[in-house]
Structure formats: structure tokens, C-alpha cells
T-cell receptor, first 117, second 113 residues
Framework: DAGVIQSPRHEVTEMGQEVTLRCKPI?????LFWYRQTMMRGLELLIY????????DSGMPEDRFSAKMPNASFSTLKIQPSEPRDSAVYFC???????????????FGPGTRLTVL | AQSVSQHNHHVILSEAASLELGCNYS??????LFWYVQYPGQHLQLLLK??????LVKGIKGFEAEFIKSKFSFNLRKPSVQWSDTAEYFC???????????FGSGTRLQVQP
């Protein structure tokens, strides 16, 4: 398996622009997570999905952030409009199997490093 | 709410030295615990995990961790570090049956040759 795939790996944009980050989970995994990593706040969970349905979006910073999962193999995280404080590394992770079972482990993608000027 | 504390923010060791990184969690119920490693410029990789059973868990690359319920701790250990262990190490927890992880702030390990 290719693992969790994220694109783009790097994104530089100007304040006010729309940014879309993409994620392809590991095939067969039914959970998908979006995390943000910054120096100040560390790794934070933004939102996660189960079977394409958002389960917990309490970590989404504000209305400028939105996430979708139109099918089992694709998810997007959109920021509109972007601001300099959104600069961070955004990770996608996926997991599957029964909770607490041997395959219940989150596998992380390589991340997207976002810089908003 | 859950929280995870990693008290060592930056650790510098010489090769062959022993390593112990602290991790304390706060959660009232049954907990699953994880250690992830992030090598420079790379994504997080799972080192080891504890769900139940033997509190001494062995992971990849010679790492191990011990779950001590009475101390709410899950410290990571390695008897002899290598330069290639230079990375950031994250402890994470979640309540049993839950899916989302709560991460600690990370410990940056620098191993000097």
C-alpha cells in the first residue's frame, strides 16, 4: 500500500486566497483525521470522519476552515480566506478496524506545509 | 478533557547513552497510549502502542515503553541511542473505544556522534 497520500506537499499563498489541501487515506480504512502542527500549539486534531461522515469538528478553528469527504478515498481541507496565522503543517491520518483491535492505529501522511504570506 | 504532558522539551545525548522520555496523561478511564516519532522533514511514524495486557511494550528500533497506571505514565526508553534516533518524539493518548488522539507537545531528541 502507498500509505496516506497528501497533496500538495508545499503550498505558498497570499493572505486572502483560498487554499485546498487533499488527502487519500489508506484503502480500507474507515476513519480519516486532519491535524495541524505548529510550533506554538503542537499537534492539534481539527476534524475526523468515519465512513465519510464528520464525527467531531470541534477542533476546526473557525468558519474559514471546512473539510469534506465525498467518498472513501478522498478528503479535502479548505481554508477560505487564508491568513498568515494559518501557516502550519497539516497532516492527514487514517485508521481502520475495530476500536482497540490490532489494526487500530493511525497512519500519517507526509503533511502539507502551508505558508500564508 | 484529556491531556498529555511531555516534560522534556529538548534532550541532548551522546551515542550509546540510555534514553528515557517522560509522558504523563490525564484521563479517568481506560486509556490507549502511543509513541510516535517524527524524523526531520518526515511524517509521524508509530513506534509502539499500548492497549491492554503486559504493561511493558516493545516497539520498533529497540524502543520500549512501560505503562504505570498508578502514575498515569507511559515513559519511552531505549538502552543505547544512535545518531539516527535524532528526531522528535510524541506521546499520545485516547480513551478506550475512542478514535481521536490527544498529543503531547513533543520532545526533541538530539543524539551527538
Amino acid at each position: 500500500d502507498a500509505g496516506v497520500i497528501q497533496s500538495p506537499r508545499h503550498e505558498v499563498t497570499e493572505m486572502g486566497q483560498e487554499v485546498t489541501l487533499r488527502c487519500k487515506p489508506i484503502s480500507g480504512h474507515d476513519y480519516l483525521f486532519w491535524y495541524r502542527q505548529t510550533m506554538m500549539r503542537g499537534l492539534e486534531l481539527l476534524i475526523y470522519f468515519n465512513n465519510n461522515v464528520p464525527i467531531d469538528d470541534s477542533g476546526m478553528p473557525e468558519d474559514r476552515f471546512s473539510a469534506k469527504m465525498p467518498n472513501a478515498s478522498f478528503s479535502t481541507l479548505k481554508i477560505q480566506p487564508s491568513e498568515p496565522r494559518d501557516s502550519a503543517v497539516y497532516f492527514c491520518a487514517s485508521s481502520g478496524g475495530l476500536a482497540g483491535g490490532p489494526t487500530d492505529t493511525q497512519y500519517f501522511g507526509p503533511g502539507t506545509r502551508l505558508t500564508v504570506l | 478533557a484529556q491531556s498529555v504532558s511531555q516534560h522534556n522539551h529538548h534532550v541532548i545525548l551522546s551515542e550509546a547513552a540510555s534514553l528515557e522520555l517522560g509522558c504523563n496523561y490525564s484521563y479517568g478511564g481506560t486509556v490507549n497510549l502511543f509513541w510516535y516519532v517524527q524524523y526531520p522533514g518526515q511524517h509521524l511514524q508509530l513506534l509502539l502502542k499500548y492497549f491492554s495486557g503486559d504493561p511493558l511494550v516493545k516497539g520498533i528500533k529497540g524502543f520500549e515503553a512501560e505503562f504505570i497506571k498508578s502514575k498515569f505514565s507511559f515513559n519511552l526508553r531505549k538502552p543505547s541511542v544512535q545518531w539516527s534516533d535524532t528526531a522528535e518524539y510524541f506521546c499520545a493518548s485516547r480513551g478506550q473505544g475512542r478514535r481521536a488522539l490527544t498529543f503531547g507537545s513533543g520532545t526533541r531528541l538530539q543524539v551527538q556522534p
